[in-house]
């Protein structure tokens, strides 16, 4: 099991389905219902990712079939006929060795659903989604509260002296501390431990 930071890597999805630029406006259609994702990630012969094409790129066909009125790039996307005219480009991707954290950020910057992966040259290797971010909360508490004991208070001043404990993902950090300038510290190394939903920090000092 991946301890923090985990990556992209470590809860993307591989088997990615995806459609080539001259894939048909039904080929489209027909694939996010048969996968029941909400976007698929488009590529160029040599397999790279050129775009992106979702349910919202195909809706402007069914919203301005009876007008013409709309911005331009709308009733561009009320035209096209295929996958290079519906996609959105470039296409918002992310690494593989991204961190779960700077995939989260890309998509809530970018207000983005799904995210495909790619490597140096940009040659698709799979495709993370909101909810497979969150399964770093999947993680156990047990195995939450060993790695804090492991990676965390092993490491840091005074660490010996404190305990951990977690329940349902909320992280009670308890002991002896002869620093008070260490409770910072000690909370946002906590913190950043993949699956933590919660830091109390029960703590006396000298």
């Given at each position: 099991?991946?301890e923090s930071p985990y990556t992209v890597?470590?809860?993307?999805?591989?088997?990615?389905?995806?459609?080539?630029?001259?894939?048909?406006?039904?080929?489209?259609?027909?694939?996010?219902?048969?996968?029941?994702?909400?976007?698929?990630?488009?590529?160029?012969?040599?397999?790279?990712?050129?775009?992106?094409?979702?349910?919202?790129?195909?809706?402007?066909?069914?919203?301005?079939?009876?007008?013409?009125?709309?911005?331009?790039?709308?009733?561009?996307k009320a035209s096209a006929l295929t996958?290079?005219?519906?996609?959105?480009?470039?296409?918002?991707?992310?690494?593989?060795?991204?961190?779960?954290?700077?995939?989260?950020?890309?998509?809530?910057?970018?207000?983005?659903?799904?995210?495909?992966?790619?490597?140096?040259?940009?040659?698709?290797?799979?495709?993370?989604?909101?909810?497979?971010?969150?399964?770093?909360?999947?993680?156990?508490?047990?195995?939450?509260?060993?790695?804090?004991?492991?990676?965390?208070?092993?490491?840091?001043?005074?660490?010996?002296?404190?305990?951990?404990?977690?329940?349902?993902?909320?992280?009670?950090i308890g002991g002896l501390l002869p620093?008070?300038?260490?409770?910072?510290?000690?909370?946002?190394?906590?913190?950043?431990?993949?699956?933590?939903?919660?830091?109390?920090?029960?703590?006396?000092?000298?």
């Amino acid at each position: 099991m991946a301890e923090s930071p985990y990556t992209v890597s470590d809860v993307m999805t591989h088997t990615v389905v995806a459609v080539g630029m001259d894939a048909p406006f039904k080929d489209v259609v027909e694939l996010l219902d048969q996968w029941k994702v909400s976007a698929l990630p488009v590529l160029a012969g040599d397999g790279r990712v050129v775009g992106v094409v979702s349910e919202a790129d195909l809706l402007p066909k069914e919203e301005f079939r009876d007008t013409d009125q709309g911005a331009l790039t709308e009733r561009a996307k009320a035209s096209a006929l295929t996958a290079g005219g519906l996609m959105s480009a470039p296409a918002v991707t992310v690494h593989a060795d991204a961190t779960v954290a700077e995939a989260a950020r890309i998509m809530a910057r970018r207000h983005v659903k799904r995210l495909p992966v790619v490597d140096g040259v940009g040659l698709l290797q799979g495709v993370v989604s909101r909810s497979d971010l969150l399964k770093v909360f999947l993680r156990s508490d047990d195995e939450i509260a060993e790695e804090i004991r492991r990676s965390v208070l092993s490491v840091l001043p005074y660490g010996d002296t404190l305990t951990a404990s977690v329940t349902d993902g909320s992280v009670t950090i308890g002991g002896l501390l002869p620093e008070r300038g260490l409770v910072t510290l000690i909370a946002r190394a906590v913190r950043a431990v993949e699956g933590v939903v919660d830091v109390r920090l029960d703590l006396t000092h000298r």
